[in-house]
């Protein structure tokens, strides 16, 4: 059971300062990883010591150890079973009083703990006063007070943790409250029965098992049903007699009761001596500040204006200026293809090595610029205190359609205003702490405007709205908003239903975001892209441009092919065809040649066979091809298009495929409409796939984006073309 | 009930009161209980979002926020 106790633990509350904390002691030295299975951040660090090595884990910030959020499963886990030598809780010392309530119950699970009491800064200014040798005194712990932007009390509080885990070895008596006779009595009765049983004992005291068992905890008390069904049954008809008990005589819940006598300890200990000048709630200095900027951040009017200038400024920013190295990053990789290109030999190793490989990873780290300004921009809104702000002021909008208000964000990144991107959209649900609402969020943000997007609608409003441009792209906007608020209402009520999870947050003083915070947090997200992204997206390059790519056709069209060409030549160099007549007809031959390649291919082939499909929505078999090499990347449409027209290599400002387009008569409103309608609503890209399983740690989310986008845009895509044909 | 004791939806800006009853369970409850929410506490309504939910509450030095289904279940004395 007890392994190496060298590891220290970092605990607290969100917003007490204990990430600052974490950021100080390991500064880059950071480990970043997720859990298995869900995506609660695993952060591991160094820290250096009087010359020794610590391995500090940095817990999810959570206020209480119950089992309702990931982060708190997880941190009670890493605790019982990685079981460190120490823990630093890292308090508010102006907000002592509920930063405590975690406190005992590190306690009542038996863990060694140094109390960092920081931002005691905060706290004087706010007129509080501390005593933290009486603190000390009265709950038996090590106090230590700390300033963790500023450095002071961090040496002194892991010189602390580091001698509590030799002198303790990791675990002490479990702190042990009475939560009124009747609780008590239970407790007294369970806690033999669980001793004798040994019911998960190795890992946690006998009594806290036995509270949780009245506090209804379904993660202990599923296991103890795993391990033992006979005894927690047994467990659990006492709780059930005591709850009946309960209700009867005080119309109350054991959990109620033991969280009143919890916090009844707390602030006896807190009234005897050991703060002062926190009776008066509304008089603080720091709080006084943040009540003054709210006045105007959540006023009415100014509220509103105010979000919505900042999420505008941020999306500019992130799109516009992350276009600039985003520029250099492909204008690289485009000139890696040429340059490794003409040191190989034609044939399919080199198209492997500069349309598969080159272009893919290209593709991948393209994104890296948008990415990093996104996280930095989030980063410095979370860290200041505004996005919980954002999240006050939106939430009633995005409630009404299963969301939260911290919705917003993502919504807005991916593309809410026309042009951003749905990678980084995704990776932004992570400040949303509600389950529900983040998965409803990850799926939906898809259907935003990105700016991949744009290129496909632009060439079709050019051919098909010349009068109405900037209002029928206004309304594409509009429409993708439409869709993807109309389809988290269908999931919240159909695949992930169940009531809303209760919004209780705290409003976090406004605070300076730390350089280091910002840029460590920025730093270890973006790394993190780049490495679980990359290589399967590398991979699927391939598949893609293999797909694209092969069979090859058959011999006789190679054959002929170069007959013409040598044909073409020969008639050049008789004099028949000037050197630009010449030119001409080559390029055109080649684009011919391209386009007999993609329709061969094994793309080309399912696009062709999927026509029957395809045909109630107006898609012939280009617009199919062309489709489907947009779930590589939604760029790919356009200049695919463009070799199903045999236009050779094309851009959007190319005029050569609107013309032909124009000029086909397959092509009516309808079928623009209904392009646009499927563009707009069909499956993310591979890169917003692989990011929506490493968000929800789910391959089932990555298939259902895959195939209910396909069907949710192919249905809206047939009804848009038979109304409009 | 009495009259001075009324439900925290109906709480007015800058209005103070130290809360009586909270008859939440399950993930509600302990959600509440986790972030200070328990009677006997001092609290004061700081005020209320654009759209006149969620309200946000000052208690124990902190600001809380949350939704008027959610303060439905909370007694507030004044």
């Not at chain 1, 040798?133 to 009390?153: F, N």
Request: glycine share 8%; proline share 4%.
């Amino acid at each position: 059971m007890q392994k190496d106790f060298s590891n220290i633990a970092i605990a607290g509350n969100p917003n007490s300062g204990k990430t600052t904390a974490f950021n100080r002691y390991t500064g880059a030295r950071q480990h970043v990883g997720n859990y298995p299975g869900i995506t609660v951040e695993k952060k591991e660090g160094i820290a250096h010591l009087d010359g020794i090595e610590v391995t500090l884990v940095d817990l999810p910030g959570t206020y209480s150890l119950t089992a309702y959020s990931m982060e708190e499963v997880v941190a009670r886990r890493v605790l019982s079973e990685e079981h460190p030598g120490a823990v630093i809780d890292v308090v508010n010392s102006g907000v002592l009083e509920r930063n405590l309530y975690l406190s005992v119950q590190l306690m009542e699970l038996g863990m060694p703990i140094v109390l960092a009491l920081n931002m005691m800064d905060e706290a004087k200014s706010k007129g509080v006063h501390i005593n933290t040798e009486r603190l000390a005194e009265l709950t038996g712990l090590k106090c230590v007070p700390m300033i963790a932007r500023k450095g002071e009390g961090l040496d002194d509080a892991l010189r602390a943790a580091v001698e509590l885990a030799k002198e303790t070895g990791g675990r002490v008596a479990p702190l042990e409250i009475s939560y009124g006779t009747d609780i008590d009595l239970c407790l007294k009765e369970m806690v033999p029965l669980i001793e004798e049983a040994q019911l998960l004992t190795k890992y946690y005291p006998a009594r806290w098992v036995a509270m949780k068992f009245l506090e209804r905890d379904e993660e202990i008390t599923d296991r103890a049903a795993k391990l033992n069904p006979e005894l927690a049954a047994k467990l659990q008809a006492k709780t059930e007699t005591l709850t009946s008990h309960l209700q009867k005589t005080a119309k109350t819940y054991p959990e109620a009761l033991i969280a009143d006598y919890r916090y009844g300890w707390i602030s006896s200990i807190l009234k005897n001596g050991v703060m002062k000048g926190a009776d008066d709630i509304s008089h603080e200095d720091r709080v006084a500040f943040s009540d003054k900027a709210d006045r105007i951040l959540t006023d009415v009017v100014m509220g509103p204006v105010i979000l919505f200038t900042v999420l505008y400024l941020m999306y500019y920013v992130t799109i516009e200026v992350g276009a600039i190295p985003n520029e250099w990053l492909s204008g690289f990789f485009d000139w890696l293809g040429g340059t490794v290109g003409d040191l190989m030999g034609d044939g399919p190793l080199k198209s492997l090595v500069t349309d598969g490989v080159i272009a893919g990873v290209g593709g991948v780290l393209g994104f890296v610029p948008l990415i990093m300004i996104m996280f930095l921009f989030i980063a410095v809104l979370e860290d200041s205190g505004y996005m919980a702000r954002v999240a006050y002021i939106m939430d009633r909008v995005f409630r009404f359609f299963g969301l939260h208000g911290a919705s917003i964000m993502p919504f807005i990144i991916s593309g809410g205003i026309a042009g951003g991107c749905a990678v980084p959209g995704v990776m932004a649900t992570r400040t949303l702490r509600s389950p529900k609402e983040r998965l409803a969020t990850i799926l939906t943000v898809p259907f935003m405007t990105c700016g991949a997007k744009i290129p496909v609608f632009l060439l079709l409003v050019n051919i098909f709205f010349e009068h109405n441009r900037p209002l029928i792209m206004f309304c594409i906007t509009l429409a993708g908003w439409a869709a993807a608020l109309l389809v988290a209402r269908l999931l919240r009520s159909t695949l992930i239903r169940g009531v809303p999870t209760p919004f209780v947050m705290e409003l976090p003083p406004y605070r300076y975001p730390t350089f280091s915070g910002v840029v460590i947090h920025t730093w270890e997200r973006t790394w993190q892209y780049i490495k679980k992204a990359g290589t399967v997206i590398l991979a699927i390059s391939i598949l893609i441009w293999a797909a694209m790519t092969f069979p090859s056709p058959p011999a006789e069209v190679e054959e002929q092919f170069e007959v013409n060409k040598a044909a073409i030549e020969e008639r050049q160099a008789t004099g028949a065809l000037t050197e630009e007549e010449a030119e001409e007809q080559l390029t055109e031959l080649e684009n011919s040649d391209l386009q007999q390649h993609l329709l061969n291919s094994f793309a080309g082939r399912l696009g062709t066979a999927m026509e029957t499909i395809t045909s109630p929505a107006g898609f012939d078999w280009r617009t199919n091809i062309a489709l489907i090499g947009g779930i590589a990347a939604k760029e790919v449409v356009i200049s695919t298009l463009g070799t199903a027209y045999s236009l050779g290599s094309i851009d959007e400002e190319d005029v050569s495929l609107a013309d032909s387009i124009r000029n086909d008569p397959h092509w009516s409103l309808a079928t623009g409409v209904a392009l646009m309608v499927f563009t707009l609503l069909y499956s993310p890209c591979f890169v917003t796939l692989m990011v929506i399983k490493q968000e929800t740690a789910k391959w089932r989310w990555l298939f259902f984006s895959l195939f209910f986008n396909l069907a949710f845009a192919y249905v809206l895509s047939v009804i848009a073309f038979q109304l409009l044909k | 009930m009495d009259a001075d004791v009324l439900s925290l939806r109906s709480l007015k800006k800058g209005q103070k009161g130290i809360i009586r009853t909270i008859d939440a369970d399950g993930e509600l409850g302990r959600r509440i209980r986790d972030m200070g929410l328990v009677p006997g506490i001092q609290i004061q309504c700081m005020g209320r979002a654009p759209l006149k939910d969620p309200v946000a509450l000052r208690l124990m030095g902190f600001t809380l926020t949350l939704r008027n289904r959610e303060a439905d279940h909370i007694n507030v004395q004044v």
